[in-house]
């Protein structure tokens, strides 16, 4: 089992809509998770971060903890092709844990 | 000016030689990192550096040596370089453990 799992996609939806990135982790040790968004051919860039169980929420981002089931997810609201990107989970331990990412497709 | 750079952006070398990738940054972090991204495995730790005098392994140093030489300088050695090393790889820093900030990244070809 990988320590940080993220369904590669794609993930196509429609502008407009919801979309929603799941990821799940192994090491109950992880106290905090981070998003990162990733254009092809371009570097990671940190969008949010969460650490307690619940929501948070960041203009049209919100981010989901629940540390029992081990998940963490990201909703992107009204979703734009320019949110069309890889997107990392990284869990926050000392091994510096990514994802391998989840390609998400807006479609216009 | 971009806050963190790597030099070189594109390399293409060939086996056996040794190769030195190095990252530089103005935002004033302790915290550096160097990583590697292949397609399919994602962003993987190689070293990283709290400060000057602090290095530490990552989940996949074995081949590749790092030197903190300042708080903005952190270099990446490939003693001699094979062709699995082809990857794209990335610097990046942080004031705070896991909010980091990405350089633009090195293309290195390994023929």
């Known amino acids: 089992q990988k320590e940080v799992e993220q369904n590669s996609g794609p993930l196509s939806v429609p502008e407009g809509a919801i979309a929603s990135l799941n990821c799940t982790y192994s090491?109950?040790?992880?106290?905090?998770f981070f998003w990162y968004r990733q254009y092809s051919g371009k570097s990671p860039e940190l969008i949010m971060s969460i650490y307690s169980n619940g929501d948070k929420e960041d203009g049209r981002f919100t981010a989901q903890l629940n540390k029992a089931s081990q998940y963490v997810s990201l909703l992107i609201r009204d979703s734009q092709p320019s949110d069309s990107a890889t997107y990392l989970c990284l869990a926050g331990t000392y091994k510096y844990i990514f994802g391998t990412g989840t390609r998400l497709k807006v479609l216009a | 000016d971009a806050d963190v750079t790597q030099t070189p952006r594109n390399r293409i070398t060939k086996t056996g030689k040794r190769i030195m990738l190095e990252c530089s940054q103005t935002k004033g972090h302790d915290r550096m990192y160097w990583y590697r991204q292949d397609p399919g495995l994602g962003l993987r730790l190689i070293y990283y550096s709290f400060d000057v005098k602090d290095i530490n392994k990552g989940e996949i140093s074995d081949g590749y040596s790092v030197s903190r030489q300042a708080q903005a300088k952190f270099s990446l050695s490939l003693e001699s370089a094979i062709p699995n090393q082809t990857a794209l790889y990335f610097c990046?820093?942080?004031?705070?453990?896991?909010?980091?900030?990405f350089g633009p990244g090195t293309r290195l070809t390994v023929l």
């Open positions: 090491d109950r040790g992880s106290q905090s």
């Open positions: 990046a820093t942080s004031d705070t453990p896991f909010e980091q900030f």
